[in-house]
Structure formats: structure tokens, C-alpha cells
């Protein structure tokens, strides 16, 4: 894995560990045809499809009518470690889908990359069920 601020931009690149990664999320269940690549911001993960072409996507809720195209250039500048981060990825405690508050400190909480897996396959299940107890569906 490789990690590290890309310009205004922390990056976490799953490399080789993005096949076992993209099962542990469920990302071929939520996201057919994409494969991972890694997270953007610790609030999106990076995906590529089968041509190539890369976007992101909201880890909560994971939909592709969420995808977004990524600007690979972004790659070519030189990652810039940041120990303080490091190993760790921010994760919202109540997700801002669900009402949580990007700004307020206390909705915040640093998690291992294991921890990060359950908290978004948990927090996408609830999704679908609320979606569903709403009459919606999480469908793309």
C-alpha cells in the first residue's frame, strides 16, 4: 500500500492488497464491473472499470449513480508522507448520509483499515435497509 498527501489530496492506494480489499467491502456486489483502487480523502474509494477509466465513489452510500470521474494527474505528483495519519483513516462515527457532521470534531474518529471494512460493509447494509423500510431502493 502506498499512502500519503498528492497535492490537497491523501491517498490511500490499496495496490496489492486491492483484490482481497474489494471483496472484504463487497464492492463487486455494490459496484459490478468496478475494481478497487484505493480511497481519496478517506470518504471515497477510487475505483477503475474495465476500460480503465477511474472514479470515486462515496463509501457510504456505495451506488454508482455516486461515481465521479478521478483525476488520475493527481497520480503523478509525488505522495508526501504524513506520520500523524498514517495506517489510520478517518471515518465519520454517524456517516453524512445518515445526518453525521463533517465539521464537528466529535463525529470524528481514526480507525485501522480492518475496522474500516466493517464499519462500511455495516453502514451500507443499513443504508439498503432504510432505503427499503422507506419505500426506496439503494438500486444505482
Request: proline share 6%; glycine share 10%.
Amino acid at each position: 500500500m502506498t499512502e500519503g498527501w498528492y497535492g490537497d489530496d491523501y491517498l490511500v492506494l490499496f495496490e496489492q492488497k486491492a483484490p482481497s480489499l474489494e471483496r472484504a467491502y463487497g464492492l463487486s456486489e455494490a459496484l459490478p464491473g468496478y475494481h478497487l483502487v484505493g480511497l481519496r480523502g478517506w470518504d471515497d474509494f477510487i475505483v477503475e472499470d474495465s476500460r480503465g477509466a477511474r472514479f470515486t465513489v462515496p463509501t457510504v452510500p456505495l451506488l454508482s449513480r455516486h461515481l465521479r470521474p478521478f483525476p488520475t494527474s493527481i497520480l503523478q505528483l509525488k505522495a508526501a508522507s504524513d506520520e500523524a495519519v498514517a495506517g489510520r483513516i478517518r471515518w465519520y462515527i454517524t456517516p453524512v448520509v445518515f445526518g453525521g457532521d463533517p465539521k464537528h470534531g466529535d463525529n470524528v474518529k481514526w480507525v485501522t483499515l480492518d475496522e474500516h471494512v466493517q464499519l462500511v460493509k455495516w453502514w451500507n447494509g443499513k443504508y439498503r435497509e432504510v432505503s427499503r423500510s422507506h419505500g426506496g431502493t439503494p438500486a444505482a
